[in-house]
């Protein structure tokens, strides 16, 4: 499996994506995650917060876990992880900041700017981007993350699947959290600090900013995930429980590359690995 990621090639990103300047594509998609009620809640540290859907159901996010240090459940996790470590959707930064601790060289990507500046905040290293735009180390690392509900990420989970297996190395790690529940749906909702009226119109503070504009999700559960897994040639590693939270490991498929991937990968061979110190701040 690969585990070099070039360092010059995450510092040049990290230079050229702080949350003040990043632009185009991941601004748009940033829209809901990168403001109020959201933004507001990481700064603080504490929810509530959900997402909702049109019908008026809320599911909880558990934002004070988010913000404090990483639990057993976590760790669980983290053990697992092999090589350089990309936490998609890093939140508030508290996987990477662990990981970093642990010794791997590990990078967040967000599209909210509170997130990735509190993981800065915490010594981790961040980007602005969302998972589908262009990211440093393509084709190279050695684990991905997909806690705390991010495989719900895009509302399309054979899409982000495909994404996985091209910034994995070969026999790369992809760990995802999973619902705890046998469900496979996907939904429109839209953040909420739990100020919303009765038949799911957004909070006052929500209608005067993006975090009232809806965004696709998806919620899968354990065998819904194997399901879309099997399908697209990925290979089940191990499954688990730990403090009421369920989680999947899956080895990524056996595949051609695309001609871009494959030069990138022949271009790292002689490129010094990353180590936690050469990582962006």
């Not at 300047?21 to 504490?46: I, K, Q, V």
């Not at 997130?115 to 690392?141: K, N, Y």
């Amino acid at each position: 499996m690969s585990t070099t990621v070039p360092s010059s090639e995450l510092t040049a990103s990290a230079r050229s994506d702080s949350p003040a300047t990043a632009s185009g594509p991941t601004e748009r998609r940033s829209a809901s995650w990168g403001a109020d009620p959201y933004a507001n809640a990481l700064r603080t540290g504490r929810g509530p917060l959900f997402l909702r859907r049109s019908d008026g159901w809320l599911l909880p996010l558990d934002v004070e876990r988010w913000c404090s240090g990483a639990g057993s459940a976590d760790l669980s996790a983290l053990h697992r992880c092999e090589g350089p470590v990309l936490d998609i959707g890093c939140g508030p930064g508290r996987l990477v900041a662990e990981l970093t601790s642990l010794g791997h060289r590990a990078l967040g990507i967000d599209v909210s700017e509170a997130a990735v500046a509190r993981t800065r905040g915490l010594g981790g290293a961040a980007l602005l981007r969302s998972v589908f735009d262009p990211l440093p180390g393509e084709g190279r690392w050695g684990t991905l993350l997909l806690l705390d509900g991010n495989i719900g990420i895009g509302g399309d989970p054979a899409a982000l699947l495909a994404r996985a297996a091209d910034l994995l190395g070969a026999g790369g790690l992809l760990i995802a959290e999973t619902a705890p529940v046998d469900v496979d749906e996907r939904v429109r909702v839209r953040l909420d600090d739990g100020r919303g009226g009765p038949l799911g119109e957004p909070s006052p503070a929500a209608v005067c900013g993006a975090a009232s504009e809806p965004f696709p999700w998806a919620r899968i559960g354990t065998p819904a995930l194997l399901r879309h897994a099997r399908a697209c040639g990925w290979q089940t590693a191990d499954q688990w429980g730990a403090e009421g939270r369920t989680f999947v490991s899956l080895r990524r498929p056996v595949r051609e590359r695309s001609a871009r991937t494959s030069s990138q990968s022949a271009e790292s061979a002689n490129s010094a690995p990353v180590i936690s110190s050469q990582l962006p701040k």
